[in-house]
């Protein structure tokens, strides 16, 4: 018989958790939800067109023919041609990189304002408050496109003014989503533990309430880049913006809608379709964003 006095126990097995990692954690939430996995796809072609877009079109955007006007989708002109002759296919990969980067730059601007003067106004309060909260319902009082076309038909239609007449009327959006954030943290217990160390307020709002508050402010980057082209493209359809013939998606928009009448649709359905799917794009990749960033979420 064997002695059971000398039976040694089992080792303890200690398992590694499951990874955590960013992009485990990203994989997984392409993978489980379809709708992100598709707008993921769909940013990715976005940046591909924006950076390499000019170097890879079959042709010059800004050369016509009017020999080959108005010429229907053909397997030399995918999208076909518009009324000077000029390749639509070109065009709208093209016009790509100016949608984008005006979209990214006003989001960029607003981001940095909208959120800093949210974030001081909700941790603060005070006058800062009611200045902040002043100058977002002043803007709010207007209809934004229309307070758009006002700030660029006054300070000129140039991209500059594009961009800064976009982050002005996203400003609002900004600043309440931040103000909301920050006013629920500043009495949270690791802020009054961070204060009790003796931190100041302002590393507080910067080691504390600012980094706890970035998940939310991804999703709002996500939901306002879909609406900055968006804007952009309607500022250029009445004139407003770009100015022709520099390839813009709503220029082309404008453009092409005198030829559907008289049967040329390809003119402005191309471009129409690349602006919807822009816009698609970034309305669906809030979801994904959220949950990248929700630590919730980590699997």
């Given amino acids: 018989m064997a002695d059971v006095g000398k039976l040694e126990p089992a080792p303890l ?3 590694a ?21 598709l707008a993921s796809g769909l940013f990715l072609l976005i940046v591909v ?7 890879l079109v079959p042709f010059d955007p800004l050369m016509s023919d009017t020999a080959a006007a108005l010429k229907p989708p053909t397997w030399k002109h995918w999208f076909g041609t518009d009324q000077l002759g000029r390749d639509i296919f070109s065009r709208v990969i093209v016009a790509t990189r100016l949608d984008f980067a005006i979209a990214v730059l006003s989001v960029v ?11 001081m106004a909700g941790f603060f309060g005070g006058w800062i408050d009611k200045l902040v909260g002043r100058i977002a319902d002043t803007i709010m009082a207007f209809p934004l496109f229309v307070l758009a076309m006002g700030i660029v038909a006054a300070l000129g239609n140039s991209v500059t ?6 982050a002005i009327i996203n400003f609002p959006l900004y600043v309440r989503v931040a103000r909301a954030e920050a006013n629920v943290r500043r009495e949270a217990g690791f802020v009054q533990a961070a204060r009790l160390s003796g931190n100041s307020d302002w590393r507080l709002l910067l080691t504390q309430i600012v980094p706890n508050i970035m998940p ?7 939901l306002t880049m879909g609406y900055a082209i968006l804007n952009a493209a309607g500022l250029s359809f009445i004139g407003l913006g770009v100015r022709p013939p520099t390839p ?9 809608a005198a030829f559907i009448v008289s049967g040329e649709w390809w003119i402005a359905f191309f471009p129409g379709l690349a602006l919807m799917l822009a816009v698609f794009c970034f309305n669906l990749l ?3 964003v959220r949950d990248l960033v929700d630590p919730q979420r980590r699997n």
């Fill in 248 to 256: 813009e998606w709503g220029i082309m928009v404008a453009e092409g």
């Fill in 17 to 37: 958790p499951p990874s955590t990692s960013f992009f485990a954690h990203a994989r997984h939430v392409v993978s489980e939800n379809p709708i992100t996995g």
């Fill in 286 to 288: 809030g979801d994904g």
């Fill in 13 to 15: 097995r200690f398992d």
């Fill in 109 to 119: 601007l607003v981001f940095v304002f909208g959120g800093l003067a949210g974030v």
């Fill in 161 to 166: 003014n594009i961009v800064i007449a976009t």
């Fill in 216 to 222: 939310i402010m991804a999703v709002q980057v996500s």
């Fill in 49 to 55: 067109a924006a950076l390499l877009g000019p170097s």
